[in-house]
């Protein structure tokens, strides 16, 4: 009986090693495989050829790879897994370098744009203010150092923008009121000051220098927020590239790419959704960016599209010059009734004298329109449309990082599913695929993944994109809010942003808490802890 099944099997196999061929590594005809093609291969890759099999051998020592026949010693498996890894790394890299590319030219065409508008309309500021004459001519610097503190704001200097624009024209009402006095006549400090203080109620230069604060303000703080939200979202795709693949993610790796080759399948590409599997799992932290990544680039969005609406950023700064020359021109109109009420307020001059002021002529030459130039229109409606299509085609960049992987390594071709390599053999892959996100590789079949432990430097970013989207959100309001402020808003109170600095020490009316009512209330508890820690004691005591 024995004897006949074992004829049975000799007929059916063929007279080589007992067991089956697969199992044994041979061929129909009882030869082993030649590993040449994967020697071959595996020298190209940059390895030697020590301790590489001649011909195959059976997989029991294997790893990550199935079981069976192969060509790879658990040392190849090693070594082609962490290559996987960093050939997997460096295409993570490669599109983090490209989309930081694209940041960068954003950012650089935007300030470039921006900094041009600066630029020309401080080149105005002679043939718009020269009609002024003395207040002009015998003070620049006072004008050029308001266009040098703007400048430097927009670069990120800590300039209190509100408090810059209040001292220029408290600067230039010292300016002008020197100018219609007198020659003769010497200004104490104490004097200017309370010249200075009748602004508010006087109003020496009319609505020109409200109005125009409002516009350069809200225009400096949204184009200085945009141009930082830019810098920081090319700073989180720099450092989220950098983080490292996992070792549950090398081994899943090394099965996708690899593991073809030591079974004898080179031809064989990945299924696509098999790779789908994998790299959700693997980039599952990135993907968790996605929901602050596309509210970041919603708002710079909205922050771009705010350039244009009226009044424009360009017809902002352009007409900075004109409405200081509008000012100006009010406060002479006006100087008499000014100074006679200074007179009232601060008392008369020891020499008083009103100057010679501008003839009416001159004062009716507004050196520039309110309006820019109808070329400036144009080109900022370009520079907003550019930038808005750029921003929309990397907003869904985290969930789409691991296609456009999978696009480079595995088998796209619906024809081919059936052929393709499924991590066990060359078969159509059945499992479905997984969600983006940590939470949704909780039964991915490809990574092991502990949805419970997030990475810390993923998250940290993940906070940096929140805070800058609450400081363009608050930018499109005129409000500069500092990053340590946005910070209040992370922490879940759901109270919003705390502007002022002191939210979190004040109560709603302003009434202080009722300290004895708070005594009164924690002495109770405090009684009932001190009895309950006391009791365990007594009872020990007693038993003793």
Same mark, same amino acid.
């Given at each position: 009986?024995?004897?006949?099944?074992?004829?049975?099997?000799?007929?059916?196999?063929?007279?080589?090693?007992?067991? *089956?061929?697969?199992?044994?590594?041979?061929?129909?005809?009882?030869?082993?495989?030649?590993?040449?093609?994967?020697?071959?291969?595996?020298?190209?890759?940059?390895?030697?050829?020590?301790?590489?099999?001649?011909?195959?051998?059976?997989?029991?020592?294997?790893?990550?790879?199935?079981?069976?026949?192969?060509?790879?010693?658990?040392?190849?498996?090693?070594?082609?897994?962490?290559?996987?890894?960093?050939?997997?790394?460096?295409?993570?890299?490669?599109?983090?370098?490209?989309?930081?590319? =694209?940041?960068?030219?954003?950012?650089?065409?935007?300030?470039?744009?921006?900094?041009? /508008?600066?630029?020309?309309?401080?080149?105005?500021?002679?043939?718009?203010?020269?009609?002024?004459?003395?207040?002009?001519?015998?003070?620049?610097?006072?004008?050029?150092?308001?266009? $040098?503190?703007?400048? @430097?704001?927009?670069?990120?200097?800590?300039?209190?923008?509100?408090?810059?624009?209040?001292?220029?024209?408290?600067? /230039?009402?010292?300016?002008?009121?020197?100018?219609?006095?007198?020659?003769?006549?010497?200004? *104490?400090?104490?004097?200017?000051?309370?010249?200075?203080?009748?602004?508010?109620?006087? @109003?020496?230069?009319?609505?020109?220098?409200?109005?125009?604060?409002?516009?350069?303000?809200?225009?400096?703080?949204?184009?200085?927020?945009?141009?930082?939200?830019?810098?920081?979202?090319? &700073?989180?795709?720099?450092?989220?590239?950098?983080?490292?693949? *996992?070792?549950?993610?090398?081994?899943?790796?090394?099965?996708?790419?690899?593991?073809?080759?030591?079974?004898?399948?080179?031809?064989?590409?990945?299924? /696509?959704?098999?790779?789908?599997?994998?790299?959700?799992?693997?980039?599952?932290?990135?993907?968790?960016?996605? =929901?602050?990544?596309?509210?970041?680039?919603? %708002?710079?969005?909205?922050?771009?599209?705010?350039?244009?609406?009226?009044?424009?950023?360009?017809?902002?700064?352009?007409?900075?010059?004109?409405?200081?020359?509008?000012?100006?021109?009010?406060?002479?109109?006006?100087?008499?009734?000014? %100074?006679?009420?200074?007179?009232?307020?601060?008392?008369?001059?020891?020499?008083? +004298? %009103?100057?010679?002021?501008?003839?009416?002529?001159?004062?009716?030459?507004?050196?520039?329109?309110?309006? $820019?130039?109808?070329?400036?229109?144009?080109?900022?409606?370009?520079?907003?449309?550019?930038?808005?299509?750029?921003?929309?085609?990397?907003?869904?960049?985290?969930?789409?990082?691991?296609?456009?992987?999978?696009?480079?390594?595995?088998?796209?071709?619906?024809?081919?599913?059936?052929?393709?390599?499924?991590?066990? =053999?060359?078969?159509?892959?059945?499992?479905?695929?997984?969600?983006?996100?940590? =939470?949704?590789?909780?039964?991915?079949? &490809?990574?092991?993944?502990?949805?419970?432990?997030?990475?810390?430097?993923?998250?940290?970013?993940?906070?940096?994109?929140?805070?800058?989207?609450?400081?363009?959100?608050?930018?499109?309001?005129?409000?500069?809010?500092?990053?340590?402020?946005?910070?209040?808003?992370?922490?879940?109170?759901?109270? +919003?942003?705390?502007?002022?600095?002191?939210?979190?020490?004040?109560?709603?009316?302003?009434?202080?808490?009722?300290?004895?009512?708070?005594?009164?209330?924690?002495?109770?508890?405090? @009684?009932?802890?001190?009895?309950?820690?006391?009791?365990?004691?007594?009872?020990?005591?007693?038993?003793?």
């Amino acid at each position: 009986m024995f004897l006949s099944w074992t004829l049975v099997v000799w007929v059916c196999l063929g007279p080589g090693v007992p067991g *089956s061929g697969a199992a044994n590594s041979t061929s129909l005809n009882g030869k082993a495989r030649s590993c040449s093609d994967l020697r071959q291969f595996y020298t190209g890759k940059g390895f030697t050829l020590n301790g590489v099999p001649r011909e195959e051998m059976s997989g029991e020592h294997l790893r990550m790879c199935p079981q069976g026949p192969t060509c790879c010693t658990g040392p190849m498996e090693e070594g082609l897994a962490r290559l996987g890894t960093q050939e997997t790394q460096d295409l993570i890299r490669e599109a983090g370098r490209s989309l930081q590319a =694209a940041l960068n030219a954003l950012y650089r065409s935007f300030d470039s744009y921006f900094m041009d /508008l600066h630029a020309k309309s401080e080149r105005s500021l002679q043939d718009t203010l020269s009609p002024l004459g003395a207040v002009y001519s015998q003070n620049v610097r006072l004008y050029t150092d308001l266009y $040098a503190d703007l400048r @430097r704001y927009y670069r990120g200097s800590a300039l209190n923008l509100d408090e810059t624009v209040s001292e220029f024209w408290f600067r /230039l009402l010292e300016v002008a009121f020197k100018n219609a006095a007198a020659a003769k006549t010497s200004l *104490s400090e104490e004097y200017l000051e309370c010249v200075a203080k009748q602004r508010d109620v006087l @109003r020496p230069f009319g609505e020109a220098p409200r109005d125009m604060k409002a516009k350069v303000t809200r225009a400096f703080v949204t184009a200085r927020s945009f141009a930082q939200g830019l810098s920081v979202a090319g &700073e989180v795709v720099k450092k989220v590239s950098q983080v490292s693949l *996992s070792p549950e993610c090398e081994r899943a790796l090394m099965k996708l790419v690899y593991c073809p080759h030591c079974r004898g399948l080179p031809s064989a590409k990945p299924c /696509l959704n098999y790779c789908s599997n994998v790299m959700k799992g693997c980039l599952a932290n990135q993907a968790d960016l996605d =929901a602050e990544w596309q509210n970041l680039i919603d %708002t710079l969005l909205q922050v771009a599209s705010s350039f244009s609406t009226e009044p424009s950023v360009d017809v902002v700064l352009s007409s900075i010059p004109a409405r200081i020359f509008e000012a100006v021109g009010y406060l002479q109109d006006s100087m008499d009734t000014f %100074t006679a009420k200074v007179y009232q307020m601060c008392g008369a001059l020891d020499e008083s +004298g %009103t100057g010679s002021p501008p003839s009416q002529e001159q004062q009716r030459k507004k050196g520039a329109s309110l309006t $820019a130039h109808p070329t400036a229109g144009l080109l900022l409606e370009v520079q907003v449309s550019d930038l808005s299509s750029k921003l929309r085609e990397m907003q869904q960049y985290w969930v789409q990082l691991p296609a456009a992987l999978c696009s480079k390594l595995a088998s796209s071709s619906s024809s081919s599913q059936d052929k393709c390599w499924n991590g066990m =053999a060359k078969a159509r892959y059945l499992p479905e695929v997984m969600g983006d996100g940590l =939470a949704n590789q909780i039964n991915n079949p &490809e990574v092991d993944i502990d949805i419970t432990k997030p990475d810390m430097t993923i998250r940290q970013q993940i906070m940096q994109l929140k805070m800058m989207s609450n400081r363009l959100k608050n930018a499109l309001d005129g409000n500069d809010v500092d990053f340590q402020d946005a910070s209040d808003d992370i922490s879940g109170s759901g109270s +919003g942003m705390c502007q002022t600095g002191h939210c979190a020490r004040s109560r709603p009316g302003g009434y202080p808490p009722d300290n004895n009512r708070v005594r009164a209330g924690a002495e109770p508890q405090g @009684r009932l802890c001190r009895i309950l820690i006391l009791f365990p004691l007594a009872v020990l005591l007693l038993l003793r």
